[in-house]
């Protein structure tokens, strides 16, 4: 029995490293996925929940919570995958001997990092909320944090883009 368990363990360590790391190979042809925030938040959102618990008989209130936890999974998928090709991009871009822009982007891909770790942490743990309809699992330090990474990045990778004046 402990075999097993130690044997499942590392199955789903290495399944968690082969993820979290996979972003580290991103394909030439990548591209940022559109994620509505609108709706994630909505997603997010505990009024609803209790809401739709008030009103919804139980056995349709366990469907649909169900299935909010799997579009909140999909969030957390493309929000991981979007800040693999942030810091891809980011990195491709980074200029030569300019040790500001260079600080800066180190910054966000650090933070690029820690949201892609916090996106797979709470992938795992939605799983818990998929199985058990009770629990409550709010992934929320996403949302603000991804948009703040993307609103950084898209204005250091077009202060990166724009042309410099010649000296």
């Known amino acids: 029995m402990l075999i097993a368990c ?5 199955l789903m360590l290495g399944l968690t490293l082969f993820w979290l790391f996979k972003g580290f190979v991103v394909a030439p042809t990548a591209q940022i996925a559109e994620i509505d925030a609108a ?7 505990l009024d ?8 919804l ?5 366990r469907r649909l919570k ?10 957390t998928k493309a929000i991981a995958g979007n800040c693999a090709v942030t810091v891809t991009a980011l990195r491709a871009n980074a200029p030569d001997h300019d040790y500001a822009v260079e600080r800066e982007i180190s910054v ?9 770790l916090l996106c797979l942490g709470f992938w795992i743990a ?4 998929f ?3 009770n629990l409550e699992i709010r992934p929320t330090q996403i949302a603000g944090g991804y948009e703040r990474l993307r609103s950084a990045a898209e204005r250091c990778l077009r202060s990166s883009q724009a042309p410099r004046p010649a000296l």
Do not use: K, M, T
């Not at 609803?48 to 009103?55: G, Q, T, Y």
């Open 48 to 55: 609803d929940n209790r809401v739709l618990h008030e009103r």
């Open 126 to 129: 939605l799983w818990a909320e």
């Open 57 to 61: 008989s139980v056995s349709e209130y």
């Open 66 to 75: 169900r299935a909010r936890v799997r579009a909140l999974q999909g969030y």
């Open 6 to 10: 130690c044997a499942i363990a590392f």
């Open 131 to 133: 199985a058990f309809p």
């Open 108 to 116: 966000l891909v650090r933070e690029a990092l820690r949201i892609r």
């Open 39 to 45: 709706a994630f938040l909505n997603v997010l959102s």
